[in-house]
């Protein structure tokens, strides 16, 4: 590749190699975005992570090119934000093309007032280089280079971790595990698991083109277009003058053939016409499938990213939701590992997540059955509702190339706290929701969503909560940081201002009016006046209690 | 059989057409010159056109169980699914 050299890591021997079985709190098996993210978060708590991966560098050519708003949030939150987004390129307007011509453009149109806009594109070896480069900032993490997983026992009270090295083969204790190994998943199959679920047949060929042209940093997707009869196209910018090009194959094509360079070039040249110069950077052939495992724990095996679920990559679902995962385990894993909540807790990670699992399982199954439809009947009704998108708004509304990727909201989580009766909230954000961002001033900067920075935090309008609370609840165990929007200044609550009155109107705020949000940003209690006894219960239910309580029911 | 709506559903399956004969002629005649593929087509437009103007998404799904009421799973090949 002319823009990328992939960086090859190095580390020391492993210590087990000169001892006997070391204890670790956590191992993450797998240093891809998913398992690099479990470890910075984990180090950022203070917990001591060892990563484990059989090979010696970041992803070999791209795969995952669209980031979400939703997850550059959690790179902000593991210190990566900037570095991401500064070397990414922000998209908003999208085209689709039915045959010849334009059938209709979209806007994502970025609301004013929110710090990341709803998707950047970079090729995800950047995007591992700059997670592989926070690890190495943070003396909790060691990464182990060219250190397999090759077998895995789990015990009641520990994991042990058989692990071949450069310099040998050793076994690694771990409390717990964090199973981050992709999409073939070895360690599932060591554990005698299995991921469920349907493989789709047509074949895609994805290949990075580098091309100074003048293209418009825009996704565009083809139906059916001349370059490329009765198959679907895409184009799509990312860093580095680097442009992704889709094009769908059907079952029928060869793999090896379709990834010569002879046969690839006659495709691009079609497709970007004759005056463009440009060089293919990397090349693949694909099929997609769409599944999951049944459960995401298994005792202290915890699986994550394409590990636990596979999507097809219409609507960029993968690595968003393997970060989202991530989000949603280290907090709740830390807590039990802190024996500030029950283990249980933990199973509350597998369903919240194979929630969201299903969601986009659902939406990227129902875009690749509207990209290659499988019937005539289906093709039919695709065809036309791109005739009809040219004409009617409705139909537009109807096409599916690919729905975009958005923070799942966890409905019926266990973990939240229901409304008290007669309450309601005009908000932005429902219950169970992520948190919707908006520009304050205050200590910690500009940002909103940086003031809910790791821990649970009460966020609340003017004086809503006593100074004599904030004290008391300062030494619970179970505690929230509280974040007060305007009114006179409190000891221990963090005061901003919302400077340009949007916190208010995204969030229905009033005098009184309190979230409760968790440690990933995820709203799991709000009221209309402060109640003491209703938080710390609020709290008890987010870090697991009402598992117990049911539990100790049954 | 005639269809007829039952009590508790929304599905309009009275008379409601005003020249019901005119009407159906027009359906027909919509499809004259047309081949059987693009005939399909023709009829997935009406299809969504007529969907999108009704909207309710208990209308659309009681008229789509009237439409499969009757039409057996075809056994004949694998090719469904
Ligand atoms: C063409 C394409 C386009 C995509 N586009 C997008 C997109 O735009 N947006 C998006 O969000 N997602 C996208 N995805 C999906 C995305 O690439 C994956 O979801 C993502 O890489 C999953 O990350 P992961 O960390 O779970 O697994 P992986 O990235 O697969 O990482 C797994 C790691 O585990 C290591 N490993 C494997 N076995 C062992 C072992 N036995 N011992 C130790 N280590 C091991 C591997 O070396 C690897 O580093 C796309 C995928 C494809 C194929």
């Known amino acids: 590749m002319k823009t990328y050299l992939n960086p090859i890591y190095s580390c020391a021997a492993p210590i087990e190699l000169s001892g006997p079985p070391h204890h670790w709190p956590v191992v993450v098996a797998g240093a891809g975005p998913v398992g690099l993210c479990a470890a910075i978060d984990l180090a950022q708590r203070g917990i001591d992570v060892i990563v484990l991966d059989e090979d010696n560098t970041v992803s070999v050519g791209s795969r995952a090119i669209c980031w979400a708003k939703r997850t550059l949030e959690i790179f902000d939150r593991l210190g990566c934000g900037d570095c991401i987004v500064g070397k990414g390129v922000e998209w908003n307007v999208g085209r689709v093309f039915f045959r010849d011509e334009q059938i209709y453009q979209f806007d994502l149109l970025p609301e004013a007032g929110h710090r990341r806009p709803a998707f950047i594109n970079l090729q995800q070896y950047w995007v591992e280089q700059i997670l592989v480069e926070r690890c190495l900032g943070l003396p909790q993490t060691e990464l182990r280079w060219h250190n397999k997983v090759v077998g895995v026992t789990p015990r009641s009270d520990h994991v042990a971790i058989r692990v071949v090295a450069p310099e040998g083969e050793y076994t690694i204790l771990a409390d717990w595990l964090i199973v981050a190994d992709g999409a073939r998943s070895p360690v599932r199959g060591m554990l005698g698991l299995e991921s469920e679920g349907q493989a789709f047949r047509d074949r895609f ?34 860093a580095d003058n680097v442009w992704r090009v889709d094009f769908q194959l059907g079952p029928d094509a060869d793999p090896e053939e379709e990834k010569k360079p002879e046969k690839i070039m006659p495709r691009l040249r079609a497709m970007l016409g004759d005056n463009t110069e440009f060089e293919i950077e990397w090349a693949s052939v694909y099929t997609f499938q769409c599944r999951r495992m049944r459960s995401f724990r298994h005792g202290r095996a915890l699986f994550v990213g394409d590990a636990a679920h596979l999507v ?27 024996g500030q909540a029950p283990e249980s807790l933990l199973d509350s990670y597998a369903t919240e997540r194979a929630f969201a699992a299903d969601e986009n399982i659902r939406h990227s199954t129902r875009s690749t059955d509207f990209i290659t439809p499988k019937s005539e009947a289906s093709r039919a009704f695709r065809d036309a509702t791109l005739l009809l998108a040219k004409h009617h708004a409705f139909a537009r509304r109807l096409v ?21 009766a ?18 304050v001033e205050g200590p910690r900067g500009v940002w909103l969503l940086s003031y809910l920075d790791g821990g649970f935090t009460l966020l609340v309008f003017d004086n809503s909560v006593p100074a004599d609370a904030v004290e008391v609840l300062a030494n619970d165990a179970n505690s929230c940081n509280v974040v007060q929007v305007g009114g006179k200044s409190v000891a221990g609550a963090s005061r901003v201002e919302d400077s340009e009155r949007l916190v208010a109107a995204r969030y229905d705020g009033k005098p009184g009016t309190c979230y409760l949000f968790r440690p990933d940003q995820h709203l799991c209690a709000r009221w209309r006046s402060f109640d003491l006894q209703s938080l710390r219960g609020a709290i008890a239910r987010a870090t697991g209690q009402a598992y117990v309580e049911a539990m100790e029911a049954a | 059989m005639i269809a007829h709506s039952l009590p508790g559903t929304l599905l309009n399956t009275q008379p409601n057409i005003q020249a019901p004969d ?19 087509l023709v009829n997935a437009k009406l299809i969504l056109l007529l969907a999108n103007h009704v909207g309710d998404p208990v209308i659309l799904r009681e008229a789509m169980r009237a439409a499969r009421q009757d039409i057996e799973p075809d056994q004949s090949d694998g090719t469904r699914g």
């Open chain 1, 205 to 238: 060929l994805i290949a990075d083109v580098l091309m100074h042209s003048d293209f418009p940093t825009e996704r565009w997707f083809w139906f059916d277009p001349p370059f490329h009869r009765h198959q679907s196209a895409l184009l799509h910018r990312q």
């Open chain 2, 22 to 40: 005119d009407f159906y002629q027009e359906l027909v005649d919509m499809h004259r010159d047309l081949s059987a593929q693009q005939s399909a």
């Open chain 1, 400 to 420: 599916n190339s690919g729905r975009l990727s958005l923070p799942t909201t966890l409905e019926a989580s266990v973990l939240s706290t229901q409304d008290r």
């Open chain 1, 422 to 439: 007669g309450e309601a909230f005009a908000s932005v954000v429902p219950l169970g929701g992520a948190a919707v961002d908006a520009p």
């Open chain 1, 312 to 338: 097809s990559p219409f609507g960029a679902r993968g690595a968003n939701s393997g970060i989202q995962d991530v989000d949603n385990l280290i907090w709740k894993l830390e807590l039990v590992m802190a």
